[in-house]
């Protein structure tokens, strides 16, 4: 008769059996994508820890933070760039040569400086008054030139295709004229001028003359001249007494923003088209 006997059991583990027969057929590639997200995690564990140290150890030295909105001043303001309004408009097709359109353009700026008092700031409205509804500001402005005392003038070049600017100066007629002239000078400033603080310690430099005027105690005097004017662009331009002739000046106006037309003293830009 044959005999048996009884397996031993614990010399065999069935779990680890099944378990590596289970591993046996995972797919390989499964076992690759883990290999590969295990490798990507890493990475960005790494890119992070290394983002974190350059943020907290690297010092901001070669970049300025940009003001917040709420503290820009008005000097900020006007220093801003002024894109162009009229994007496109030099593709529309038009007559050559360009229909003679032109039309007035009065100074965003009239401001006395005073060289015997260099930090002297005149009033830049000083025609304001108090009324029912308010601080009433009319657009008027003096143009005050003496020995000593020269005014600066500044326009906006503005609309498109409008870049032939004619600067005109009318000069009154001044019984004590003997034989003084105004000196017209183009100055070296390309932004509006803030008048709460222009004085003579502050002024632009002068670029180049462009003319004397002979003050004539006849009759009013109308001079005028040509320049090119880009649009957006700010002229800046002083009128001083002449020292070329000797004699001393004496000669002031006010000029009214809302007049129609100049009947014999002001200074104004006529524009012209150029396409």
């Known amino acids: 008769m044959n005999s048996y006997s009884a397996l031993r059991t614990d010399d065999v583990d069935t779990e680890s059996v099944e378990s590596k027969d289970s591993a046996s057929h995972i797919p390989q590639d499964l076992k690759k994508r883990s290999s590969f997200g295990y490798w990507a995690l890493a990475i960005c564990v790494l890119c992070t820890a290394i983002n974190l140290v350059t943020t907290f150890t690297v010092p901001f030295s070669s970049t300025t933070p940009a003001k917040p909105m709420g503290s820009l001043t008005a000097n ?6 002024r894109p162009s309004q009229y994007i496109g408009l030099e593709k529309v097709v038009r007559p050559s040569p360009p229909e003679p359109k032109s039309f007035w353009i009065y100074p965003i700026v009239l401001a006395p400086i005073d060289s015997e008092d260099e930090s002297k700031v005149f009033d830049d409205d000083p025609k304001r008054y108090a009324s029912q509804i308010g601080t009433i500001t009319p657009e008027i402005r003096r143009v005050l030139v003496t020995d000593t005392i020269s005014t600066i003038a500044q326009f906006r070049a503005i609309d498109f295709g409008m870049e032939s600017c004619e600067l005109n100066i009318l000069i009154p007629a001044v019984s004590s004229a003997d ?4 000196s017209v000078y183009r100055v070296n400033e390309t932004y509006a001028l803030d ?17 004397d005027i002979p003050i004539n ?3 009013n005097v109308h001079w005028h001249r040509k320049f090119a004017c880009p649009s957006e662009s700010v002229l800046s331009f002083e009128l001083a007494c002449s020292t070329a002739t000797g004699h001393s000046c004496n000669l002031e106006w006010w000029q009214d923003k809302t007049q129609s037309s100049m009947d014999n003293s002001g200074i104004y830009i006529v524009q012209h088209a150029t396409i």
């Open 217 to 219: 105690s006849d009759d």
């Open 76 to 81: 900020d303001v006007r220093l801003l760039r």
């Open 179 to 182: 034989g003084a002239a105004i």
């Open 195 to 211: 008048t709460r603080t222009l004085s003579y310690g502050t002024r632009p430099q002068r670029l180049q003359k462009l003319s």
